[in-house]
């Protein structure tokens, strides 16, 4: 049965907005590995089967937008994005394989050293930075969202963990996740210039933001101070005080809900927050406030 010129058009515009909207993949992880040393950061994940690649030529396509990489700690807030650019991004000719590899070795834009999407293969993510502290005595869960245009690979590993102490973080076999942790919206990034073997960031490709967690605990609750190298300037600003202050608070005890002591800068307008066991408030326009792991309240894509 033929199609009329009419209908057919109705078709692709269907298939045009369908490919026009976010498609969240949720991938269970092979590996995680995160190792932060005084003069070299690195992470690598792997996962294998469920990898779907981006579509050539549509929004989703790494080679014409670029990509993301997002690593996230859900039970400090903390968050990191390095961006990659489209230019370091190929594809084989039959749009089966994405590789990025960085161009850039150094300096800010080289945070991500390579990644591979294979079609129903393997996906691999390689890179020179974390973003994130790495400092807690342990992190428990970490998450990481890569992001092509309106794609996102999502994994989050906390249940197989084999070691988890400052500096180092190796997880193996993470079951996918049931939600796409989405970027936290409210607070201003932190823009640097850093030598070699610090965290590095840069106005133009990285961002990363530690917002405050509030934690409630029915016995005693002990927060610590916030600690920070040489190198980096930290400003920590309790919600909704908009003026940056530098403090450092030391150990109290508390048998009610006490806000983690964290480093964070805010920007005015953000009121998306617990209002007793729930997140609410108001977010920019296209966001809605949500709880993230029931210990976070953040501003996601709708």
């Given at each position: 049965?033929?199609?009329?010129?009419?209908?057919?058009?109705?078709?692709?515009?269907?298939?045009?907005?369908?490919?026009?909207?976010?498609?969240?993949?949720?991938?269970?992880?092979?590996?995680?590995?995160?190792?932060?040393?005084?003069?070299?950061?690195r992470l690598v994940?792997?996962?294998?089967?469920?990898?779907?690649a981006?579509?050539?030529?549509?929004?989703e396509?790494?080679?014409?937008?670029?990509?993301e990489?997002?690593?996230?700690?859900?039970?400090?807030?903390?968050?990191?994005?390095?961006?990659t650019?489209?230019?370091?991004?190929?594809?084989n000719?039959?749009?089966?394989?994405?590789r990025?590899?960085?161009?850039?070795?150094?300096g800010p834009?080289s945070?991500?050293?390579?990644?591979?999407?294979?079609?129903?293969?393997?996906?691999?993510i390689?890179?020179?930075a974390?973003?994130?502290?790495?400092?807690?005595?342990?992190?428990?869960?970490l998450?990481?969202?890569?992001?092509?245009?309106?794609?996102?690979y999502?994994?989050?590993?906390?249940?197989?963990?084999?070691?988890?102490?400052?500096?180092?973080?190796?997880?193996?076999?993470?079951?996918?996740?049931?939600?796409?942790p989405?970027p936290?919206?409210?607070?201003?990034?932190?823009?640097?210039?850093?030598?070699?073997?610090?965290?590095?960031?840069?106005?133009?490709?990285?961002?990363?933001?530690?917002?405050?967690?509030p934690?409630?605990?029915?016995?005693?609750?002990?927060?610590?101070?916030?600690?920070?190298?040489?190198?980096?300037t930290?400003?920590?600003?309790?919600?909704?005080?908009?003026?940056?202050?530098?403090?450092?608070h030391?150990?109290?005890?508390?048998?009610?809900?006490?806000?983690?002591?964290?480093?964070?800068?805010?920007?005015?307008?953000?009121?998306?927050?617990?209002?007793?066991?729930?997140?609410?408030?108001?977010?920019?326009?296209?966001?809605?406030?949500?709880?993230?792991?029931?210990?976070?309240?953040?501003?996601?894509?709708?």
């Amino acid at each position: 049965m033929r199609l009329r010129p009419a209908c057919l058009a109705a078709v692709l515009i269907v298939a045009v907005l369908g490919l026009a909207r976010a498609t969240d993949v949720h991938l269970a992880g092979n590996k995680l590995v995160l190792q932060k040393k005084p003069a070299s950061e690195r992470l690598v994940l792997v996962a294998r089967g469920g990898v779907i690649a981006p579509l050539p030529g549509s929004t989703e396509d790494p080679t014409l937008v670029g990509g993301e990489l997002q690593i996230g700690n859900p039970g400090t807030g903390e968050q990191a994005r390095f961006a990659t650019s489209a230019r370091d991004w190929s594809v084989n000719a039959l749009g089966t394989i994405f590789r990025f590899r960085n161009h850039l070795e150094t300096g800010p834009g080289s945070e991500v050293r390579s990644i591979l999407i294979r079609n129903r293969g393997r996906l691999k993510i390689s890179t020179r930075a974390l973003g994130i502290t790495l400092d807690e005595q342990a992190q428990q869960a970490l998450s990481v969202v890569m992001r092509t245009g309106t794609r996102r690979y999502c994994f989050l590993f906390g249940g197989r963990i084999g070691k988890d102490k400052p500096g180092r973080f190796v997880a193996h076999k993470a079951p996918a996740p049931s939600a796409c942790p989405g970027p936290i919206v409210g607070a201003s990034t932190t823009s640097t210039s850093r030598p070699p073997g610090t965290h590095p960031t840069s106005t133009s490709v990285t961002s990363s933001t530690r917002p405050t967690t509030p934690t409630t605990s029915s016995t005693t609750a002990t927060v610590n101070p916030t600690t920070s190298t040489s190198t980096s300037t930290t400003s920590s600003t309790p919600k909704p005080t908009v003026s940056t202050t530098s403090s450092t608070h030391p150990p109290t005890t508390s048998s009610t809900k006490v806000p983690t002591t964290t480093t964070t800068t805010t920007t005015a307008g953000d009121s998306c927050g617990f209002r007793g066991n729930s997140c609410k408030g108001t977010c920019p326009p296209g966001r809605r406030c949500v709880s993230l792991f029931g210990r976070v309240c953040a501003c996601v894509l709708r």
